[in-house]
């Protein structure tokens, strides 16, 4: 005998075809999966944030789109800042791979500094921050939070509010690059 019977290479094939369709199907379940966390995510958040009958939230975000460095593992990253709270910030175009419940420091540029926090969610290239901050860090963001609150309110431009609204892309930002896509919106950026 030279080798082994037909059959068994055959077998053998399609064990090995087999076993690639099963990673296959796996790798897109898991694809899947992600997808639908962050929408479910996504559709969370404007629910929540839609009116003040539901928002839950401890204390007010403020949109402040300022840049500012991510302190992490004694690394410096760049990130945008989208919103901040006393409780904690929303990061975007953050360039590495963040994981949860890693230790952080924020600083945000021309505002404040030494924001010391904790990864506690890991979006596409966004990363929210909760802050655990002592007493006078405590003091130095309320006092910040509370003069941008108060600038804004003393803004005489509409602020933007969510609103019930059909149309092509989901959650635009005024008119911006669309969020979700599906072809009923449960809230848009106006």
């Given at each position: 005998?030279?080798?082994?019977?037909?059959?068994?290479?055959?077998?053998?094939?399609?064990?090995?075809?087999?076993?690639?369709?099963?990673?296959?199907?796996?790798?897109?379940?898991?694809?899947?999966?992600?997808?639908?966390?962050?929408?479910?995510?996504?559709?969370?958040?404007?629910?929540?944030?839609?009116?003040?009958?539901?928002?839950?939230?401890?204390?007010?975000?403020?949109?402040?789109?300022?840049?500012?460095?991510?302190?992490?593992n004694?690394?410096?990253?760049?990130?945008?800042?989208?919103?901040?709270?006393?409780?904690?910030?929303?990061?975007?175009?953050?360039?590495?791979?963040?994981?949860?419940?890693?230790?952080?420091?924020?600083?945000?540029?021309?505002?404040?500094?030494?924001?010391?926090?904790?990864?506690?969610?890991?979006?596409?290239?966004?990363?929210?921050?909760?802050?655990?901050?002592?007493?006078?860090?405590?003091?130095?963001?309320?006092?910040?939070?509370?003069?941008?609150?108060?600038?804004?309110?003393?803004?005489?431009?509409?602020?933007?509010?969510?609103?019930?609204t059909?149309?092509?892309?989901?959650?635009?930002?005024?008119?911006?690059?669309?969020?979700?896509?599906?072809?009923l919106?449960?809230g848009?950026?106006?």
């Amino acid at each position: 005998m030279s080798g082994p019977p037909h059959g068994s290479v055959e077998v053998s094939r399609e064990a090995s075809e087999a076993g690639r369709r099963s990673t296959d199907i796996r790798d897109g379940s898991t694809v899947v999966a992600d997808k639908v966390q962050r929408l479910r995510t996504e559709l969370v958040r404007v629910i929540r944030t839609s009116t003040a009958d539901v928002d839950r939230r401890l204390s007010t975000r403020l949109n402040i789109n300022r840049q500012g460095t991510l302190q992490v593992n004694g690394e410096a990253i760049p990130v945008t800042v989208r919103n901040l709270s006393l409780g904690g910030a929303l990061l975007e175009a953050v360039p590495v791979c963040l994981t949860m419940n890693t230790s952080v420091t924020l600083a945000i540029t021309g505002m404040v500094s030494d924001l010391p926090g904790t990864v506690t969610r890991v979006g596409d290239r966004t990363v929210l921050v909760q802050f655990a901050l002592n007493p006078e860090q405590s003091v130095r963001l309320t006092v910040l939070v509370s003069d941008r609150q108060a600038a804004q309110r003393a803004d005489p431009r509409p602020q933007r509010k969510w609103q019930a609204t059909r149309c092509p892309s989901a959650l635009a930002f005024n008119g911006g690059t669309s969020l979700l896509q599906t072809s009923l919106a449960i809230g848009q950026r106006v």
